[in-house]
């Protein structure tokens, strides 16, 4: 990522007007369903890459990482409102897949996208089949859309209104979708009433619901809701830009993962930070029942010393630490 900071910082122009459009951009992602997020400019679309890009690519980096099994035969992607190619560029540093599709309405974030592909993935091999579709997703027809293995929503869902009214011809030719959104309260019940739109076309979660029959323990709380957090590192560039002290930051993020083929967890998901103690660990998982678990070094010291590794999103397994 340093490579593609320095190669956009040094190729499009950096002044104080364009910083200032990236700080009152920055404030309109804050309340992006009420503020303007439209990006025109070529410039301000590179400089959304070094800054904003760098971070999702951070999420979807730790995602990836985390289900490598599903992602790694992806070999077709559709990324809904894609940005600069963000999935793409967080995928390649796993596999490359044989064909990418961008719909994307800004023909700035097409363009930088194509430069960064040119520059950075020309020489893949096997070489990947990049193409874009210029209009907003959700006035796609599903006849548009071609067959792929894997659809993104990736921060787009927070951007629109009524986003959810076109899902469910959008997946139509999808075998996997994954959405990601800010892990705030609205970003994640976009995620739950995404996920019971696509139980209802027949597909099956994979991630980070454990829990089964589409219960969520979270769904009507009033003090928590399902997020994750991602520590991400800033390179210099980036500092520069977001006018940051500190080499990283923390993004929250609210995610689902979903197939039409079932895939068992074998585990259940952390769904709140742990509470450490020198002599136990508590935290609840994503179950119907016993939601709340309490490890105990007395009870069972292997299994403590695992679990006491474990931050929010891990996943845990009842039998581990037992010989």
Not at 4 to 29: H, Q, T
Not at 36 to 55: E, F
Not at 124 to 143: R, T
Request: hydrophobic residues 35%.
């Amino acid at each position: 990522m340093n490579d593609m900071d320095d190669f956009i910082y040094s190729n499009y122009l950096v002044n104080y007007s364009k910083k200032k459009n990236l700080e009152r951009l920055f404030c309109a992602y804050q309340s992006p369903a009420h503020r303007n997020t439209y990006v025109n400019d070529h410039s301000l679309a590179a400089l959304y890459m070094i800054t904003r890009g760098r971070s999702i690519i951070g999420v979807m980096d730790k995602i990836i990482r985390q289900h490598i099994d599903v992602f790694r035969d992806v070999e077709s992607v559709v990324d809904f409102g894609g940005g600069p190619g963000t999935f793409l560029f967080a995928l390649r540093k796993f596999k490359t897949v044989n064909k990418y599709t961008n719909v994307e309405r800004s023909d700035a974030f097409i363009g930088i996208m194509n430069v960064l592909v040119e520059e950075f993935l020309s020489s893949s091999a096997p070489p990947i089949h990049v193409e874009s579709i210029s209009c907003n997703y959700l006035k796609l027809e599903s006849q548009d859309i071609p067959i792929n293995d894997l659809c993104v929503f990736s921060y787009t869902f927070c951007e629109c209104d009524n986003p959810l009214v076109s899902i469910s011809g959008l997946v139509e030719k999808s075998n996997m979708v994954l959405i990601i959104e800010p892990g705030t309260p609205s970003g994640f019940n976009n995620i739950i009433q995404a996920r019971d739109k696509l139980i209802e076309k027949g597909f099956s979660t994979i991630a980070p619901c454990t829990a089964s029959n589409g219960f969520c323990p979270l769904r009507d709380s009033e003090s928590d809701w399902c997020h994750f957090v991602e520590r991400v590192d800033r390179s210099r560039i980036q500092r520069h830009l977001k006018n940051g002290v500190l080499g990283y930051e923390y993004e929250k993020y609210s995610y689902l993962l979903m197939s039409k083929s079932p895939i068992q967890s074998d585990g259940k998901r952390i769904i709140s930070r742990p509470d450490y103690t020198k002599h136990s660990v508590s935290f609840d998982i994503c179950s119907e029942k016993n939601s709340h678990i309490v490890v105990t070094k007395r009870e069972n010291k292997n299994e403590f010393k695992i679990v006491k590794k474990s931050i929010r999103g891990d996943l845990y397994r009842e039998d581990q630490g037992k010989t």
